[in-house]
Structure formats: structure tokens, C-alpha cells
């Protein structure tokens, strides 16, 4: 068969420009023994122009991983040994080709169809926004977070990554756990609904869970969450515990704060992103309080008078900049 009797996808391939659809045709082909003649000869003399390629100890990891599932994927349909030798023979060659491309930009394009490309979702101060991720999980954001996601979830985790605070609603898939990547932990699970705190300004983050089960990775430890208990995390002495919650996860979501022997700079942070305002602290003063309460949609004003009444706190509003002020009398 000369070239121009090739079947399109066939010549894209050879010129490393096919695309994923193109890919799962060349796959078939070689589950179903055609065309081998085709691809032999090319991978052959791709295999030979590569062989002054050197790979890294990660791209070789890589190499492996893939090649090792990817050839599962090929042969599992097959039962009989003997039918599976020319395939395996040219889906190894195949593979090689793919851990030739991860070392050389020469096989970029091919080397695409396996990237996966990333979102990005961010909100702004006093904005919540809620997100579908390709697995059918619900995330929703706080004020002033971040949450980059891939588009596909092809790997064998479900990863993401989040700055700042967002409650998820994991969609249930036990091969393929989720993970929730912050600046100073990690959060795992299978399927379940959780909040996760993970400002990097803050000194007190947290992981709440709603329901299910969740494993929390920290640095220095591990610890398992079932619904109804948080983790408490103080980023100043790296200190750690668990606590019994009281049901109420995420209130946020419905515009209320929830404060629980809270840090009073931890509160002015949270007031700040949630109602767009700049907070400070008289100077000379010192500001050990822990504020306990909710406030269920309250204004500024409401919330300062609460602080006001429950631990002495008091502001001011400074005309010439609309900054707030916190003192002690």
C-alpha cells in the first residue's frame, strides 16, 4: 500500500499530527492485527532516530506508568496468549514511541494528545460561585479562593487544587479517589461533602465534614475525618486537633458567618473578604480575644456591634479612607 492509498488517520499519525479520535483508530488497528506492516516500519525507524535521546529518572517513571496501562487497556480484551503475541509486540512499540516523546519536543504533537489542559475558577470579595467538575462534582467557592481543575480527569486520581475555602460534593468513584491539594496539606477521599479552609494568610485552616469519610495528609501526620468532626490546623505552632462539630458546615454557602473560639485577626480577615472593607487594630494594643457566634446575613455594622457586646471590642470608622478601626476602651 503506497501513501496516498493510506487512510487519512493513518497518515496523520505518521506525521505526528493526529488527534485523539486518529489515536483510538491506530489502537484498534492494532487490537484487530491490521495495518501492523504500516506502523512496524515506522515505529522501527522512529525507535532508531531516537536512540540519542536521554530520558529523566521522572520522564523514564512516566514512560512506565503510561506504557503499563496502556497495555492493559490494549490486551485485556483478549483471552488466548497466543492471539495476544503480535499485538503486544506492536503496542510495546507503540509504547516506546510515546516514552520517546515525553524526552524530546521532536514528538511534541503527539506527546499533546495525552496533556491535559486546566481550569481555573476564582471569586472575588464578597462573591461565592459554585462549579461542575467533568466528574459531576460540585464545588463551591468563598470569597476570595481559587480552584484550578483539569478538564479531564484521566489519571488515576481526580486532582485539584484549591487557595482559599470551598465546599465540595464529591462525586463517588473508589477507583479513582479525589484529592484536594492546598499549600499545607491534602485532603482524599472517595465521594462525600466536605469544607475545606485554606487561606494562605490565615493562621487557623480547618476541614469540615458534612458527610462520609475524608484522610487529611498533613506534613507531620495523617489523620481520618468522619461527618460531623472537623480538623483544626494553627499554622503558627503547626499544632493540630479534631473536634466535634455541631452540624453546621459551610454556612457561608447561605451568607451566614460562623465564628467558634476564633482568633479575633482571623475574624477582621474574614469580615474583610466577605464585606469588602479594610480592618485595623489600634496601635499598642493587644488583641488576644477568641470571638464565638453566628451571624446569620447581618451587615458590617451588625456584626461589629455583636463583637461590641460579646467581648468588648469596639470600632471606628475613619471618614477619610472608610477604614475600620478596632479598640479597646
Given at each position: 500500500m503506497n501513501d496516498k492509498e493510506l487512510p487519512e488517520y493513518i497518515k496523520r499519525f505518521l506525521s505526528g499530527q493526529c488527534s485523539e479520535e486518529d489515536l483510538r483508530q491506530v489502537m484498534q488497528d492494532v487490537q484487530e492485527n491490521k495495518?501492523?506492516?504500516?506502523?512496524?516500519?515506522?515505529?522501527?525507524?522512529?525507535?532508531?532516530?531516537?536512540?540519542?535521546?536521554?530520558?529523566?529518572?521522572?520522564?523514564?517513571?512516566?514512560?512506565?506508568?503510561?506504557?503499563?496501562?496502556?497495555?492493559?487497556?490494549?490486551?485485556?480484551?483478549?483471552?488466548?496468549?497466543?492471539?495476544?503475541?503480535?499485538?503486544?509486540?506492536?503496542?510495546?512499540?507503540?509504547?516506546?514511541?510515546?516514552?520517546?516523546?515525553?524526552?524530546?519536543?521532536?514528538?511534541?504533537?503527539?506527546?499533546?494528545?495525552?496533556?491535559?489542559?486546566?481550569?481555573?475558577?476564582?471569586?472575588?470579595?464578597?462573591?461565592?460561585?459554585?462549579?461542575?467538575?467533568?466528574?459531576?462534582?460540585?464545588?463551591?467557592?468563598?470569597?476570595?479562593?481559587?480552584?484550578?481543575?483539569?478538564?479531564?480527569?484521566?489519571?488515576?486520581?481526580?486532582?485539584?487544587?484549591?487557595?482559599?475555602?470551598?465546599?465540595?460534593?464529591?462525586?463517588?468513584?473508589?477507583?479513582?479517589?479525589?484529592?484536594?491539594?492546598?499549600?499545607?496539606?491534602?485532603?482524599?477521599?472517595?465521594?462525600?461533602?466536605?469544607?475545606?479552609?485554606?487561606?494562605?494568610?490565615?493562621?487557623?485552616?480547618?476541614?469540615?465534614?458534612?458527610?462520609?469519610?475524608?484522610?487529611?495528609?498533613?506534613?507531620?501526620?495523617?489523620?481520618?475525618?468522619?461527618?460531623?468532626?472537623?480538623?483544626?490546623?494553627?499554622?503558627?505552632?503547626?499544632?493540630?486537633?479534631?473536634?466535634?462539630?455541631?452540624?453546621?458546615?459551610?454556612?457561608?454557602?447561605?451568607?451566614?458567618?460562623?465564628?467558634?473560639?476564633?482568633?479575633?485577626?482571623?475574624?477582621?480577615?474574614?469580615?474583610?473578604?466577605?464585606?469588602?472593607?479594610?480592618?485595623?487594630?489600634?496601635?499598642?494594643?493587644?488583641?488576644?480575644?477568641?470571638?464565638?457566634?453566628?451571624?446569620?446575613?447581618?451587615?458590617?455594622?451588625?456584626?461589629?456591634?455583636?463583637?461590641?457586646?460579646?467581648?468588648?471590642?469596639?470600632?471606628?470608622?475613619?471618614?477619610?479612607?472608610?477604614?475600620?478601626?478596632?479598640?479597646?476602651?
Amino acid at each position: 500500500m503506497n501513501d496516498k492509498e493510506l487512510p487519512e488517520y493513518i497518515k496523520r499519525f505518521l506525521s505526528g499530527q493526529c488527534s485523539e479520535e486518529d489515536l483510538r483508530q491506530v489502537m484498534q488497528d492494532v487490537q484487530e492485527n491490521k495495518n501492523l506492516e504500516i506502523y512496524n516500519d515506522y515505529l522501527k525507524k522512529n525507535w532508531l532516530d531516537s536512540l540519542d535521546l536521554e530520558n529523566t529518572a521522572e520522564e523514564e517513571q512516566i514512560y512506565n506508568e503510561e506504557s503499563t496501562r496502556l497495555l492493559q487497556k490494549l490486551t485485556r480484551k483478549r483471552t488466548v496468549f497466543q492471539r495476544l503475541k503480535p499485538v503486544i509486540a506492536i503496542a510495546a512499540s507503540i509504547l516506546v514511541l510515546l516514552g520517546v516523546v515525553y524526552g524530546s519536543l521532536k514528538y511534541k504533537s503527539f506527546n499533546q494528545i495525552w496533556q491535559v489542559d486546566y481550569a481555573e475558577i476564582q471569586t472575588g470579595v464578597g462573591e461565592t460561585r459554585t462549579v461542575t467538575l467533568a466528574d459531576g462534582t460540585q464545588v463551591t467557592l468563598n470569597a476570595c479562593s481559587k480552584l484550578v481543575y483539569p478538564g479531564q480527569f484521566l489519571e488515576d486520581e481526580r486532582k485539584v487544587e484549591l487557595t482559599g475555602q470551598a465546599f465540595f460534593k464529591v462525586a463517588r468513584n473508589e477507583d479513582k479517589p479525589f484529592i484536594v491539594h492546598t499549600d499545607r496539606f491534602n485532603v482524599k477521599v472517595l465521594g462525600t461533602e466536605f469544607d475545606v479552609r485554606a487561606y494562605t494568610e490565615d493562621e487557623i485552616l480547618s476541614v469540615n465534614v458534612e458527610s462520609g469519610k475524608v484522610q487529611v495528609d498533613m506534613p507531620e501526620a495523617m489523620t481520618r475525618l468522619v461527618a460531623n468532626e472537623k480538623l483544626i490546623i494553627n499554622t503558627l505552632n503547626n499544632n493540630y486537633y479534631k473536634e466535634t462539630g455541631s452540624g453546621n458546615v459551610a454556612v457561608w454557602r447561605s451568607g451566614n458567618l460562623l465564628f467558634k473560639k476564633t482568633p479575633l485577626k482571623e475574624v477582621a480577615k474574614e469580615l474583610e473578604r466577605v464585606y469588602k472593607c479594610k480592618i485595623t487594630f489600634k496601635e499598642g494594643q493587644s488583641f488576644d480575644n477568641l470571638i464565638s457566634g453566628e451571624h446569620s446575613n447581618k451587615s458590617l455594622e451588625s456584626v461589629l456591634e455583636s463583637l461590641e457586646y460579646t467581648s468588648a471590642i469596639y470600632y471606628t470608622r475613619k471618614t477619610d479612607t472608610d477604614e475600620i478601626m478596632l479598640y479597646k476602651k
